[in-house]
């Protein structure tokens, strides 16, 4: 367990509102990650960060924004929510430069009326 | 077609069966390979990585990649109930630490008692 906490777990909102979803890591990871999960597309990449401060976009980035102030915190935030963006947000971390042992948060799950 | 690909099943076994998993890729240049084991509406957890081609073993599980057929395949050997999950396997060409961890949509399996 890499000590990867999501919140809020679920939420339901408005089209059209700005949504936060937060990822708080204590392993001290330097590389953090959101996904989102849906039925017949699977787990895609939205933004990462490599560091304080340095974030890029993923596959699936067009409406979603990033901020990373400390190490242990990773910010998604959803400008104007779409019904298109209800799906499962998951959070990754990973230290070593490889990448490839990401460690997965519980998840969270948006849904957009 | 997409770069990687993954029959999602659902794949039903008895007890005690050995199950086996499998994606197929396009991209010649994905060098690592990892199954991911996700329980329902929980997140991914790693379970193997490889890199390369050839064999890996870790108790009832083995990864094989053949990098000559695009072809990468989990066994689990003695199938229990709690194997019952999703398995998502993915790759990437760098290892995932610049963002471009390839994930397949997933295998949902289910290990009747």
């Known amino acids: 367990d890499a000590g990867i906490t999501q919140s809020p777990r679920h939420k339901v909102t408005e089209t059209g509102t700005p949504v936060t979803l937060r990822c708080h890591q204590t392993e001290n990871h330097r590389y953090m990650y959101w996904y989102r999960q849906d039925p017949g597309h699977g787990l895609r990449l939205i933004h990462y960060s490599y560091g304080v401060k340095d974030t890029d976009k993923g596959e699936v980035s067009d409406g979603y924004s990033v901020s990373r102030s400390k190490t242990e915190d990773f910010l998604l935030t959803l400008e104007s929510a779409t019904s298109s963006q209800t799906s499962v947000y998951f959070c990754?971390?990973?230290?070593?430069?490889?990448?490839?042992?990401?460690?997965f948060g519980p998840g969270t799950r948006l849904t957009v009326t | 077609q997409k770069e990687v690909e993954q029959d999602p099943g659902p794949l039903s076994v008895p007890e005690g069966a050995i199950v086996s998993l499998n994606c197929t890729y396009s991209?010649?240049?994905?060098?690592?390979f990892m199954w991911y084991r996700q329980y329902s509406r929980k997140g991914p957890e790693l379970l193997m990585y490889t890199y390369s081609s050839g064999n890996k073993e870790d108790g009832r599980f083995t990864a094989q990649v053949d990098k000559s057929s695009k072809y990468i395949s989990l066994f689990i050997r003695d199938s229990q109930p709690s194997d019952s999950a999703t398995y998502l396997c993915?790759?990437?060409?760098?290892?995932?630490?610049?963002?471009?961890?390839?994930f397949g949509k997933g295998t949902k399996l289910s290990v009747k008692p």
């Open positions: 991209n010649s240049a994905f060098q690592y």
């Open positions: 993915a790759m990437s060409e760098d290892g995932g630490s610049q963002g471009n961890l390839i």
């Open positions: 990754a971390t990973s230290i070593l430069a490889g990448g490839y042992e990401q460690y």
